[in-house]
């Protein structure tokens, strides 16, 4: 688990580790500690040697083997034919350097464990790997959530057929699975249904069980063998049978685990070999110059151009014809075979974008190479005579070589040419003309650098991060890209087309590094270089794993090497930027001199110039010329080795700057008469025409130097300048340097420094430190006798002891190279001491310091970069292991067998290593004491090395274990444990890296030793360990890290590969048992405490009592961590026992499970702990609501509880570690224990039993793969800040197991990073162990498998406790627990296999339980469940949920005779499944209604009654819903119209309250959805008046909320039918609906809704609801007070539908209700983009005005959408009863919009002939309703005349200006704006305009007064009044900036009553004429 998800309960910072255990959540101290005290300190353990033979027989699986440890000798690996060995003979050689060649060449003495591989503590990365692969070869589970909906019904039957084979129903037709889809082709789902009719569809193949008549014991015994052995869904043939169930549960949980806290993990040292780089292979085709007239000789070698480094070493090869190879016969007499290579091997050791394959060309010394080159630049015509030159040149001067050409090929160059996309097409040809990616063309051009440059920027640069074909990244590749290409590029071949001409001036490895650096990043101005033509063609591809007829760099040949003449393919030594710190695995000793400058201008001679100069080297081993040593490796074309070797020549040149390398090969015997000799030449180049004869030598000798290699032993190294002699050396001059100026003899310059050299060398013999030279000398000395006289006899003690103080001084990474030479020393040192004067020297402890001191340097190097989690440096454990050679002492063979004679024992010359280890760490103290315990895993590790060697030597392995080592020894060893225990206590708080090593490291040792010595005795230390640590912890308030400690050490000695056998489990067959109660199993009462920890049981069970008292006690106390740590350390086990093949058989696994069955009760004990949030979003919703019928299965304990009981819940890993545990115990415990067990258990253990299981279902849930895949996104960026943080909380900052876990993400771990960049991972032999990337995180088949089996697990343990309670009292609740639990299992995810299973067990129980499981409660619960199964994609889930359901029916029937209950909970169930589910298949649901159909016609028993009948009319039934079902599907997106089918729905079930209630509930829950809330509260008004109806409540039934909505009224029943619902269900409908309502803020309809509650809650005197209801009443009214005048309510539109393609809807006119503020482009914006989604945006029209629309007229395959806004319309007598803003926008059901048109069909006209029509429209009920669009079902149209509209005007006026004067407080803005458009308006329609028009004509006699303009003349009165009164409040409000402003609307009013008084001023005849009016009733029409 990881350490983040452990972390998440428990607070801290990182830090110390007391303050951040201190500092944990109030519940995160460790009170309570010495619980774990009293569970451990008293149980002695076993004597195991006494007991295990007689509690386990021989032939017992279980037993502990005979033998299980081996020791063996191993080959050493090596890669050559042979071991590479100096030709020297050794004897005279130096004693460490026999040493080194004798460690080389040893093999290996091992130990190996032969059961280690199935140990915990093994199980590493490659066993993981091979689990899953075949944990992944099962066959795949199928689970619903994975299928995708829309696959066909024949698709998923193919998918999952059944597991038994069922006879197919005879009318199965597949046509009717294809009518069924035109369903969805239609627009007019009315018409569809036919296509669906029941009686066409198919069903599922009957299961003939069903019918069968037997007893509960048979159906159980035949379920049981069914899931033990089921086949896994596959092909329809019976031959397709899989294996039975998967065996490996916790391996398919155990990938869920985090490595890294697997703290029993001990990676196994790795078997040294040779360090191996990224390697590339070079094969040669051709390096020529167009004019190719002489032999080239070229050498190739790899640089660093950013680290201006050489890489390796130079590979020489040429590819001369055999006529220019003739050339040269005078000076080369042959050539070997290994000088003939043409193909190398590179080890790139440090890739990175900056390295090139540099290629030098040399030719033979001819003169100046500018004229040379000439000939070559040019064409020259004179070929001959270019030719003959050369001959000349190469008959006289063929020793001798001159610079010509370079190149260099970019490493991204050839990684990014095998990207190529044009290498694909010919990877194996070398092809002639390659392809311009590939090849580097130059033409002779002074430009062809930049050339060569560009081409290198375009290739070079090609490498993207991601290594993708796409190559125009201008970025520079990372070398960790580099890397990953160069073991996988695909081969190239590179074609170079020119050469750059060398610069004689510029030959230094520094000017080649600069002109690299141009080709690579090129600068503003670069270098000019010259071009020669010619061809370089090379092909480069990763080197193969076998290299036929290979050289390594000493020339010995490596394995397979044929002995044909074949050229050989050579190794090239790499040059590595920093060594890397390994031990060296075999004899090198190379040496590589330089040559870098010579200086001889100061030269002065009358016999010779010092202009063409040569320098020739000779490693001399004397002063004579015959004492030179053939040691110098040949080049190209050449013998082997020579003895000289000459530089190269640069013509003219006194100063010349070289590039030369020389390759040496070391004498193993280097002593100080070796030296190297260089002679200085000038080499004669013109030949002076004189007679062959009288020519003079071609050389002529100026100078002389040289340089001894050896000096005291030691071995010269590193730069030197060195002066020149100018005549031979005198006798004797090898032993002093140069420097030293001789008397009399004669130096050039002089004796100045002029020749500079340097000299590197790389050998496995020479340390090349001064502290370890000096330590091998002394220990020689001592040794072999031979004292220096410069230190003498007396001093040489000192001597030896200060060189072994001095030791750890040395450099570390030197040590780390020749670490098992020194410790192999060391270990000679402390078990053989020297004698000096026959005075044996004590230097045990001096030695023993060293070692720990050695081990802790080494241990430390590069910030522990070699070391595992535990801080064990994989360098040290690869010595133990594999190369320590421990001395012995010497046996005869009589001597061998026990007991050891004394003579052996008492034998000075060697004592045995194990004890003296052990006698000096038990006596050390101080510092000596301190640097054991810090290497205390290293010491413990080779002490077991140790005792197993001395087991094999001395005979004793196959002696008892008891008499197997001396009792001094077992003292010593029980002591050293006791200190070492002491040592953790006392420091855990000061040092817990070291505590925490030194915890982990004994448990090692123990865990070792259980294998080697007395168990019994084992156990003792394990008893004391846990006795010491028990005392101090229940010593201490809070020892958080004690505790942990105590877990890591149990855990590490628990994952022995023999721990089951340790712990004697019982039911051997044939074995005596100590007692009769103990043997699980035996007796009842042996079983009873088989299941406790009895003190017996642990006794007995040593390890495992142990284990779980230890999980005991940490359950008990409030630290997360220890929680989780001790829940781990038990599922570690478990998953060990999974992956152990020895445990694979049943029975024996079951002998294990018996072992841990105290773990029931331990787990029953903590479940009111576990945490129970899983999945918590869907859970509460789907599952603890719909189950709740059953009762909870578990009381969620409330915070309260904690307090009382002192303890948290535990962690959400924590619990579902633990819950699996208990899975695994239920799968592999026997049935008879568990039955057993379970039938002991008191009914409230049982239900805390079933609660459990019901647990185990919820947290192993498969969530689906899309959800897996996203948690694991999640997961990966979630848990890495807080594990750090825990990190340090355990184990301390800076421990060893948070520095490998930082490594391990691939940081350092903080200190001297940046250092460390350069020592790369890779050369860590093993580090691809030591940190293998973390696997991918499980695949969600891995998931799927598991929920599946630990379903299957589950199920089988709650048959058994069906079973083992059904004879008992309490066996009928037993089995309802059971349902309950298989119900909520049933509505989870489940595979469609164990849904078989599960359906099986469920109508078992069915037959059991009789009519109790048809409760109230369970009933619809359990109709719900088979149904939604019913409606699964699967065939075979579908078959068996109907088989159930059937099953279900007739059991019913046959109980009573009738089964109108099942009828009505069935139907209620469907309802509601198909009113909330959006997932099932409506096609499935009709399949399986089909098949129960086809079960009651099949059913011969009951044919006879009116059984089928019954269930015929209800399969109708249910299709009729399930038909509105799929048309509302097909409305899904159409929330109006899905609404409305919903409501239709729901006034089908007007008889059923039930129903009506469920789907009205739906409907509210859709309108929450949508954030309706006051349909929502509609809604559940509508409940509640349903329920008022049904309890007549108040007498007055649904009238009772007449006053919260008209439309209560509809709930009206005449004659209920049922009586149960009571007044809680109304109490709740109303509070939830004035919640709802309180929301849409409607507070008046609040105050209703609780006028109809009050009188509930004063009935019932329930005074605290009284109280929140007066709460609520007052914040809505103080809601009303605040937001007066600020309301806004609902917006309504009216939408008409025309055209086929609406379907139903055709025709149809509604109002819509919109949120408030809904302008109109916003619902046409919405119904256009809707519908044109729907039908497509060309086809739908939005009509946008209000006018009748003419159907006629329109499109017939378009969709018109007609919506005008319209408003509240209310008569004259309502308004007045309808004062506030609200009641106009409540219970409305009338709506009015206006049209104005005039008479001549315009719609706007002038003022006398403008009129208006409005349109009112009655809905079919009142809003706000249910719905938020309701049908329009009267309209009526009323026609006002010119003058009408005139008057309206003016009315809306005269009501503007009165809300405007009358405001309080007054608004002056609004009241300027009002009167401003009444009296301030200069257009023509203003109120002046409308009185000359209609009253003019009355005042002038040109018409008669009417009723209407006297209405009109009276309205402008009150018109000019009212602007008055305005007028005068606006003079009170305004400021004095808007006098001018007042006085010029007085004007304008002033103006407007003068001009307006003669129109308004009555007329006698006024009266008379008032009824002109009404005669017109052509003006007045009705719809």
Not at 176 to 189: D, F, V, Y
Not at 367 to 379: A, F, L
Not at 1080 to 1109: I, N, T
């Amino acid at each position: 688990m990881t350490l983040g998800r452990k972390y998440l309960n428990c607070s801290g910072n990182a830090g110390d580790a007391r303050k951040v255990y201190a500092s944990q959540s109030k519940a995160g101290t460790l009170s309570g500690c010495s619980s774990s005290i009293s569970l451990s300190d008293m149980i002695e353990p076993p004597d195991y040697e006494e007991v295990c033979d007689r509690l386990m027989g021989e032939r017992d699986p279980l037993a502990y083997p005979a033998s299980d440890i081996e020791l063996l000798t191993v080959p050493r690996r090596i890669r050559t034919r042979g071991h590479v060995l100096p030709q020297e003979d050794l004897m005279k050689a130096p004693m460490f350097v026999r040493d080194c060649i004798s460690c080389y060449t040893s093999d290996y003495t091992v130990v190996e464990y032969k059961y280690r591989t199935h140990s915990g503590s093994a199980s590493g990365r490659e066993r993981l790997a091979e689990r899953l692969e075949k944990l992944l070869a099962a066959p795949l589970q199928h689970y619903e959530i994975d299928a995708e909906h829309s696959t066909s019904m024949e698709e998923l039957a193919s998918q999952a057929q059944f597991s038994e084979s069922q006879p197919s129903s005879g009318r199965q037709s597949v046509a009717s699975i294809s009518s069924s889809s035109s369903c969805n082709e239609t627009l007019t789902p009315r018409g569809s249904w036919a296509s669906l009719d029941l009686r066409s569809s198919s069903s599922d193949p009957l299961l003939p069980d069903v019918f069968e008549k037997k007893p509960p014991d048979q159906v159980d015994a035949t379920n049981e063998a069914k899931r033990k052995d089921f086949c896994l869904f596959g092909a329809s043939d019976a031959n397709f049978a899989l294996e039975n169930r998967q065996a490996d549960l916790l391996g398919l949980y155990a990938p869920y685990l985090d490595e890294e806290e697997a703290v029993e993990r001990r990676l196994a040292a790795e078997m040294p070999c040779e360090l191996m780089g990224h390697r590339i292979m070079v094969q040669c085709h051709q390096v020529k110059l167009e004019l190719d007239v002489e032999p080239l000789f070229a050498s190739m070698a790899l640089y660093d151009a950013k680290e201006k480094k050489k890489l390796s070493e130079n590979f020489y090869f040429n590819l001369n014809s055999e006529c220019t190879r003739q050339m040269l016969s005078t000076h080369i007499p042959h050539a070997d075979l290994s000088t003939l290579s043409r193909s190398a091997v590179f080890d790139i050791l440090n890739p990175s974008p900056d390295v090139f394959l540099v290629v030098r060309v040399e030719k033979v010394l001819q003169g100046d190479v500018n004229e040379c080159v000439e000939p070559y630049i040019k064409d020259d015509k004179n070929r001959e005579k270019v030719r003959a030159g050369a001959q000349a040149a190469c008959s006289r001067l063929g020793r001798y070589r001159m610079p010509l050409a370079w190149s260099a090929v970019s490493l991204l160059n050839i990684l990014s040419g095998s990207n190529s996309l044009e290498r694909d097409a010919q990877p194996q040809d070398p092809p002639a003309s390659t392809s311009n990616t590939n090849s580097l063309d130059r033409k002779a051009s002074s430009s062809s650098l930049e050339q060569l440059r560009r081409r290198a920027g375009e290739v070079g640069g090609s490498l993207t991060r991601k290594g993708s074909i796409e190559r125009r990244a201008t970025a520079t590749p990372h070398a960790d890209d580099v890397v990953t290409h160069l073991d996988n590029f695909k081969p190239i071949v590179i074609t170079v087309t020119s050469f750059f001409k060398q610069e004689t001036d510029k030959l230094r490895d520094e000017d080649l590094y600069k002109f690299l650096a141009e080709i690579k990043r090129p600068s503003s101005a670069p270098k000019k270089l010259k071009c020669i033509p010619g061809t370089l063609k090379i092909e480069v591809s990763p080197c193969p794993d076998e290299i036929k007829n290979g050289l390594t760099p000493e020339l010995a040949k490596l394995a397979p090497f044929s002995e044909e003449n074949v050229r050989p393919c050579k190794e090239i030594l790499p040059f590595p930027l920093v060594a890397p710190a390994l031990p060296h695995v075999q004899y090198r000793n190379l040496l590589f001199l330089n040559v870098r400058e010579l200086n001889l201008s100061a030269y002065a001679s009358r016999t010779a110039s010092a202009r063409n100069i040569t320098v020739r080297v000779q490693l001399m081993a004397g002063e004579e010329q015959s004492a030179a040593l053939p040691a110098i490796f040949g080049r190209s074309s050449c013998p082997e080795f020579s003895t000289e070797a000459y530089t190269t020549v640069l013509y003219h040149n006194k100063n010349p700057s070289l590039y030369d390398e020389i390759k040496l090969k070391l004498p193993a015997d280097l002593g100080d008469q070796h030296h190297l000799l260089f002679t200085f030449l000038h080499v004669s180049c013109q030949r002076k025409p004189v007679a062959p004869e009288q020519e003079k030598s071609v050389e002529t000798t100026l100078g002389y130097s040289w340089l001894p290699l050896c000096r005291n032993g030691k071995l010269t190294c590193g730069e030197f300048n060195l002066p020149v002699m100018q005549e031979e050396p005198p006798a004797n001059y090898s032993y002093i340097f140069p420097e030293v100026l001789l008397p009399g003899t004669r130096w050039i310059d002089n004796h100045k420094p002029i020749f500079n050299i340097t000299l590197d060398a790389y050998t496995t013999v020479h340390p090349q430190d001064g502290y370890i030279e000096r330590f091998v000398m002394a220990c020689e000395a001592v040794q072999e006798g031979n004292i220096p006289p410069r230190i003498g006899l007396a001093n040489m003690e000192t001597e030896l002891r200060a060189s072994i103080s001095e030791l750890p001084t040395a450099n570390v990474e030197a040590l780390a190279r020749y670490l098992p030479v020194v410790a192999d020393k060391l270990l000679q040192l402390l078990v053989a001491p020297p004698a000096l004067a026959g005075v044996t020297l004590n230097i045990a402890q001096d030695v023993f310091t060293c070692l720990a001191h050695l081990f802790t340097d080494i241990t430390n190097m590069n910030d522990g970069a070699t070391c595992d989690a535990h801080g064990r440096s994989g360098l040290i454990t690869s010595y133990i292991q594999y190369q320590c050679r421990i001395p012995r002492p010497s046996l005869s063979d009589r001597d061998i067998g026990l007991p050891l004679p004394p003579s052996v024992l008492m034998d000075g010359s060697c004592k045995i290593l194990h004890e003296e280890l052990a006698l000096q760490w038990v006596v050390a103290s101080g510092a000596t004491r301190d640097l054991a315990m810090q290497n205390s895993w290293a010491l413990f590790e080779l002490m077991i090395k140790s005792m197993v060697e001395y087991l094999y030597w001395s005979g004793a392995h196959e002696a008892p274990r008891k008499a197997r080592f001396p009792d001094q020894f077992t003292d010593d060893l029980s002591t050293l444990v006791n200190n070492v225990t002491a040592e953790i206590i006392s420091k855990y708080g000061k040092n817990s890296r070291l505590t925490q090593s030194l915890n982990n490291s004994l448990a090692f040792f123990l865990f070792d030793l259980l294998s080697i010595v007395d168990r019994g005795y084992v156990f003792n230390l394990v008893r004391g360990y846990h006795k010491q640590m028990c005392a101090k912890i229940a010593s201490l308030p809070d020892a958080v890290p004690l505790v942990h400690y105590k877990l890591s050490f149990l855990r590490i000695i628990c994952s022995h590969e023999h721990y089951v056998s340790l712990c004697l489990p019982g039911g051997a067959p044939g074995a005596v048992s100590p007692a009769p109660s103990a043997r699980s199993g035996g007796s009842e009462d042996g079983r009873r405490k088989a299941v406790s920890l009895s003190g017996e049981y642990r006794s007995r069970h040593y390890l495992a009592g142990l284990l779980l008292a230890d999980l005991t006690a940490a359950l008990e106390l409030q630290s997360p961590v220890l929680q989780c740590a001790a829940v781990n350390a038990v599922l570690s086990l478990l998953t060990a026992h999974d992956a152990d093949p020895r445990l694979s058989q049943p029975d024996v696994k079951a002998r294990v499970a018996a072992l841990y069955m105290p773990l029931l009760g331990i787990v029953m004990d903590a479940q009111p702990q576990l945490y129970r949030g899983f999945d918590s979003g869907k859970e509460t919703l789907q599952l603890d609501g719909e189950m709740s019928q059953f009762g909870s299965m578990y009381a969620p304990p409330s915070p309260e509880d904690f307090k009382q009981n002192g303890r948290p819940p535990f962690n959400s890993e924590t619990s579902r570690n633990l819950l699996m545990c208990l899975v695994w115990l239920l799968k592999w415990s026997d049935r008879g224990a568990l039955a057993a067990a379970v039938a002991e258990l008191p009914p409230a253990r049982l239900h805390c039993l079933l609660a459990l299981i019901d647990l185990c279902f919820k947290c192993q849930e498969y969530k689906g793969r899309k959800e897996i895949l996203k948690c694991a996104q999640q997961n990966v960026r979630k848990t890495t800040d807080i594990k750090a943080k825990l990190e340090d909380v355990i184990l301390g900052q800076g421990s060893a197991r948070s520095d490998f876990i930082m490594r391990r993400k691939g940081g350092s771990s903080g200190r001297g990073g940046a250092g460390r960049d350069r020592w790369r991972k890779e050369w860590v032999r093993g580090a691809s162990r030591s940190r293998p990337a973390s696997p991918a995180r499980p695949q969600p088949a891995l998931s799927a498998a598991l929920a599946a089996e630990v379903a299957l697990t589950l199920l089988h343990a709650i048959e058994t406790i069906v079973q083992s309670c059904s004879g008992l009292e309490g066996g009928q609740q037993a089995c309802s627990g059971a349902l309950a639990v298989l119900l909520r299992a049933l509505q989870r995810n489940q595979s469609a296999t164990v849904l078989q299973h599960m359906f099986a067990s469920v109508r078992a129980l069915i037959l059991k339980l009789g009519w109790s499981w048809c409760s109230e409660e369970a009933g619809p619960g359990t109709c719900r469940v088979l149904l939604r199964h019913c409606a699964a994609l699967c065939a075979s889930t579908r078959a068996h949920a109907a088989a159930a359901l059937y099953a279900l029916m007739r059991h019913h029937y046959h109980l009573g005779n009738n089964f109108s209950r099942v009828k009505m909970q069935v139907t209620m169930s469907l309802s509601s499944l198909v009113g909330t589910s959006t997932t099932f298949s409506e096609e499935s649901l009709r399949r399986a209604l089909k098949t129960v159909l086809m079960y009651a016609e099949h059913d011969q028993d009951l044919q006879d009654t009116n059984f089928p009948e019954q269930v015929k009319d209800l399969v109708f039934n249910l299709h009729m819903i399930l038909s509105d079902t799929v048309k509302m599907k097909e409305f899904q997106e159409d929330p109006e119209m899905l609404l409305d089918l919903m409501h239709r729905i729901a006034r089908g079930y007007q008889h059923s309250p039930d129903l009506r209630l469920t789907w009205l509930s739906n409907m509210a829950q859709k309108h929450m959805e949508r954030s309706n809330h006051l349909e929502a509260g509609m809604c559940l008004v509508h409940g509640a008046a349903l329920v008022a109806e049904q309890l007549r409540s108040g007498g007055r039934g649904a009238a009772l909320l007449q006053r919260v909505t008209h439309n209560a009224l509809d709930e009206s029943c005449a004659d209920p039918l049922h009586h149960h619902l009571t007044a809680n269900e109304l109490q709740a409908l109303l509070e939830h609906a004035a919640g709802e309502l309180m929301t849409a803020g409607m507070y008046e309809t609040v105050n209703e809704v609780y006028k109809v509650l009050i009188p509930i809650a004063e009935d019932n005197r329930d005074y605290k609801k009284l109280a929140n209801i007066h709460g609520k009443l007052n914040e809505a009214f103080t809601r009303i007070e605040q937001l007066h005048g600020k309301r806004i309510f609902g917006t309504y539109f009216r939408v008409s539908f025309y055209g086929a393609r609406f379907g139903d809807l055709d025709g149809e006119e509604f109002v819509y209700k919109e949120h408030a503020l809904t302008k109109l482009p916003e619902i046409f914006s919405r119904l256009e983009n809707f519908y044109g989604q729907r039908f497509g945006a060309e086809n739908v029209v939005i009509i946008k005005d209000s006018n009748v629309v003419d159907v006629s007229s329109l499109e017939p395959d378009k969709a018109y959408i007609q919506i005008t806004y319209v408003e509240p319309y209310f008569e004259p007598h309502e308004l007045r009863t309808r004062l506030t803003h609200y009641e106009r926008n409540y219970n409305i059901k009338r709506f009015m919009y206006a049209t104005p048109f005039t008479a001549g069909g315009r719609a706007h006209g002038e003022l006398g002939e403008q009129c208006k029509r409005k349109t009112l429209l009655t809905t079919a009920h009142h809003f706000p309703y249910v719905k938020t669009r309701i049908q329009v079902v009267q309209r009526t149209q009323i026609i006002l005349t010119p003058i009408e509209v005139a008057i309206e005007d003016i009315q809306k006026k005269i009501h503007e200006l009165a809300a405007a004067t009358s405001q309080e407080p007054p608004d002056p803005k609004m009241l300027q704006m009002v009167l401003q458009g009444c009296i301030g308006t200069t257009v023509n329609q203003g109120p002046l305009e409308l009185a000359q028009v209609f009253l003019a004509p009355v005042v002038e006699g040109a018409q008669p007064p009417t009723r209407l303009t006297n209405k009109l003349r009276l309205a402008f009165k009150d018109f000019s009044k009212k602007c008055h009164d305005a007028l005068r409040k606006n003079k009170n409000l305004i400021s004095s900036e808007q006098r001018e402003y007042q006085r010029e609307l007085e004007r304008n009013f002033q103006r407007f009553t003068d001009r307006l008084a003669p129109l308004i001023h009555a007329t006698p005849s006024h009266v008379a004429h008032l009824t002109n009016g009404m005669s017109k009733v052509d003006y007045k029409l009705q719809a």
